[in-house]
């Protein structure tokens, strides 16, 4: 399983950034797929999911700024990130879990990640 994370950087408070993550994975291992997201000190989070009957989901902390999407074949996802705040600073991962969980959001925390992308927003 592979998962390759690009597109971060570093941008001013109400920029935009977009995200994107190549998967080399089995279908059965993506039953649920996301982004999450750690700051330095902080626990996980996750940010924004996709299950595999198309519901998304999103942290209440990013609803209405950022958006996740995929491609058709699926082995490409996507984080549009919008209206960027200095909290939104952290390493972004994307991952990827075979196991069904009616939460993706916190199930991706226990999947296959990338080496993460780091994004900084600054004030």
């Known amino acids: 399983i592979q998962l390759m994370e690009s597109g971060g950087g570093s941008v001013q408070a109400g920029g935009s950034l977009k995200l994107s993550c190549a998967i080399s994975?089995?279908?059965?291992?993506?039953?649920?797929m996301g982004w999450f997201r750690q700051a330095p000190g902080k626990e996980p989070e996750g940010v924004a999911s996709?299950?595999?009957?198309?519901?998304?989901n999103y942290a209440d902390s990013v609803k209405g700024r950022f958006t996740i999407s995929k491609d058709y074949s699926e082995n490409f996802l996507f984080l549009q990130m919008d209206n960027l705040k200095p909290e939104d600073t952290a390493t972004y991962y994307c991952?990827?879990?075979?196991?069904?969980?009616?939460?993706?959001?916190?199930?991706?925390?226990?999947?296959?990640r990338g080496q993460g992308t780091q994004v900084t927003v600054s004030s």
């Open positions: 991952a990827a879990r075979g196991r069904k969980s009616i939460y993706c959001l916190s199930s991706i925390l226990q999947g296959d």
């Open positions: 994975t089995y279908e059965g291992s993506r039953y649920c």
């Open positions: 996709f299950r595999s009957d198309g519901y998304k």
